[in-house]
């Protein structure tokens, strides 16, 4: 299985940047898919997912990110809007059966390389 994620770059604070995902998955549509970053010196850390159940945001990208997905092309996307500096990080992607832990790491079997997001001030 492979997650191939996509998007990231050097942004401005303000500015909006969307990351995509495309999972190597059959029967992607009965996967939870979620988002989560690392930013230097700091730990892994939920951002958004997209379950069966409906969306789940962090506290600090509510109302700024948008998560979605397009299951005909097994692509889960992360709109990222009003960027700020404290969004910089490592993005990652993530799949992982059906759960209740949607919202955390152990609820995830497959992970993504990364993309990297840089918002400067």
């Known amino acids: 299985v492979q997650l191939q994620a996509s998007g990231g770059g050097l942004v401005h604070t303000g500015a909006s940047l969307r990351l995509s995902c495309t999972a190597s998955?059959?029967?992607?549509?009965?996967?939870?898919m979620g988002w989560f970053r690392q930013a230097p010196g700091k730990e892994r850390e939920f951002v958004a997912s997209?379950?069966?159940?409906?969306?789940d945001y962090a506290n600090s990208v509510k109302g700024r990110f948008t998560i979605s997905r397009d299951n005909a092309k097994n692509t889960v996307y992360l709109q990222m809007n009003n960027v700020e500096a404290d969004d910089t990080a490592l993005y990652y992607c993530?799949?992982?059966?059906?759960?209740?832990?949607?919202?955390?790491?152990?609820?995830?079997?497959?992970w993504g390389q990364g993309t990297l997001v840089t918002v400067s001030s």
């Open positions: 997209i379950t069966r159940d409906g969306v």
């Open positions: 998955l059959r029967a992607f549509v009965a996967y939870d």
């Open positions: 993530a799949a992982g059966p059906r759960s209740r832990f949607s919202s955390s790491s152990r609820g995830y079997k497959y």
